[in-house]
């Protein structure tokens, strides 16, 4: 499978979500910029959970050096039509205001953007809003000739696998106190309003950050289609009494939520990797993999490295190549149960100590490893990968940024988790809004600097243009009312094939 035409047919875009925040490091509660287009129509410009957050995508390139070439451009566009706000470059948030005044996506008065902003809306009923402003990069990724089979592998693997990710590029081990005013949370406090752990890597991907006790009871198999899709379809289809407690709606008719379900749509099951695959108009996103298998993989574990003007560089970016490909051609047997519930352990661990020295995990084939030993083995096993990249490629981009991340595991204070505290203790005052805010600063100021050619501003423009007459037409074209439409849109046949 690793022949060069195929090789040269790998497939990448990056999702990439920031807040928008204010030159003294608060949340900006701005609506989303007029000037950035329709969140619900825009191809590269949406927002995420909050009105606050940011979604950047890229189309799908070939080449890492195109994507991230394009990314750059989204980000121009952007950083021009935001006056004095900034991109918030962390993956942990800035100064928050009161959970309830976090606004949430809103996205006109079609069913399909009140849906959107009501789901947001019971995000927010069943987890809080805090928790939704957590941002990352996801990577979108694909080669030509896997079956779907053949992704649920690879699948397998990320999962068994992916701590090492959280390791060499997690890049979130402080954060602001006020995501977490009112809440348990067993961190240390290093200043002022900054908490951190000493040998934290990711804040984001352990117990504080997308971490859900109810859906830790969905017992997801990743075996094969039919089991995943099985065990989704159960937790959306299931009434969840503390959901069934909070109701549709209110007694004045305001929705709370788009259904009492253990989840209310696909995207709210939290994993560090989704089998994707394009839908159609209206389309449910499991009815699409039932009817025509998976088409690509999303990683979603990657933080924003707040060292990288996009959040995300090259050598990750072909590092992932290879990790995936590891994962791909590894050999990868069914999971159990107690495999899944070990390698959350595996993931909590990593995120909250992963830079502790002597810091051993469960080994999924049995006993412990540690992390230091089975690392360099998985890396061993990418080298392969990166070998045969730059063979088909040509150069040696992909053997090169291999050995510089590789050298984090023997030297802990190169990981950006670790270059994140120790910048922060070096001119900050352990301060992490501090820090953020002159990186994000920093970025703003790089950006800027770019030249952004006249024709790069018209077809921003023209795609702005563009978004907002396309979600007038779909506004326009509504026949049926909202009630119809939500029940319509939950409906569990809607998910069959």
């Given amino acids: 499978m690793n022949n060069k035409e195929t090789l040269l047919g790998i497939r990448r875009g990056i999702e990439k979500e920031s807040l928008r925040a204010l ?3 608060g949340l900006a509660l701005t609506p989303h910029p007029i000037a950035l287009g329709s969140a619900l129509t825009h191809p590269h410009i949406t927002t995420d959970y909050s009105e606050s957050q940011l979604e950047l995508i890229t189309g799908v390139h070939a080449g890492v050096e ?8 989204i980000h121009q566009a952007v950083y021009r039509a935001l006056a004095d706000e900034r991109l918030w470059v962390g993956s942990m948030p800035c100064g928050l205001p009161a959970d309830e005044t976090i606004p949430i996506g809103r996205y006109g008065h079609s069913n399909v953007g009140r849906a959107k902003s009501v789901y947001r809306m019971g995000l927010g009923q069943r987890y809080g809003r805090r928790m939704q402003t957590i941002s990352g990069i996801h990577y979108n990724w694909s080669l030509p000739g896997v079956s779907t089979a053949d992704y649920f592998g690879l699948i397998r693997n990320f999962r068994r696998e992916g701590w090492l990710l959280l390791y060499l590029f997690g890049a979130s081990p402080a954060l602001c106190d006020s995501f977490v005013a009112g809440r348990e949370h067993g961190l240390q406090r290093l200043s002022g309003h900054t908490l951190y752990l000493p040998h934290a890597t990711s804040l984001r991907m352990g117990r504080l950050g997308y971490q859900s006790d109810a859906q830790s009871s969905i017992a997801v198999s990743y075996n094969c289609l039919e089991s995943y899709a099985a065990s989704l379809q159960a937790a959306l289809s299931r009434p969840y009494p503390p959901y069934e407690a909070i109701g549709v709606q209110t007694p004045g008719g305001d929705y709370n939520q788009l259904s009492t379900s253990l989840l209310q749509i696909e995207n709210e099951f939290y994993s560090t990797i989704r089998a994707k695959r394009v839908i159609r108009p209206g389309e449910r996103p499991l009815h699409a993999l039932r009817e025509r298998g998976v088409e690509y993989i999303e990683v979603r574990l990657m933080d924003l490295d707040p060292f990288e003007p996009l959040g995300i ?3 990750t970016m072909r590092v992932l190549d290879a990790f995936l490909l590891h994962c791909l051609h590894s050999d990868s047997p069914d999971d159990t149960p107690e495999e899944i519930a070990a390698n959350a352990r595996n993931q909590h661990s ?19 490893r540690s992390l230091l030993d089975w690392a360099g083995e998985i890396l061993a096993g ?9 063979a088909a490629h040509g150069g040696d981009a992909y053997r090169a940024a291999l050995r510089r991340v590789a050298e984090r595991l023997q030297r802990p204070d190169l990981c950006p988790s670790a270059r994140v505290l120790a910048a922060m203790a070096r001119d900050f005052d352990d301060s992490y809004v501090g820090f953020i805010r002159r990186q994000s600063d920093a970025t703003r100021a790089a950006l ?6 006249e024709p790069l501003q018209r077809r ?8 907002l007459a396309e979600q007038a037409r779909i506004e326009a074209a ?7 439409f939500r029940r319509f849109y939950v409906a569990p046949e809607r998910m069959a094939v």
């Fill in 23 to 25: 030159p003294n490091g």
């Fill in 66 to 73: 195109d994507c991230l070439q394009e990314l750059t451009e």
């Fill in 313 to 315: 560089g090259a050598d």
């Fill in 350 to 368: 990593v995120a909250a100590r992963g830079r502790e020295p002597g810091l051993r995990l469960e080994h999924w084939r049995g006993g412990e």
């Fill in 382 to 390: 990418c080298a392969v990968q990166a070998e045969a990249l730059d």
């Fill in 448 to 453: 800027l600097a770019l030249p952004f050619t």
């Fill in 460 to 467: 921003f423009e023209k795609l702005a243009a563009d978004s």
């Fill in 478 to 484: 509504d026949t049926m009312d909202f009630e119809t």
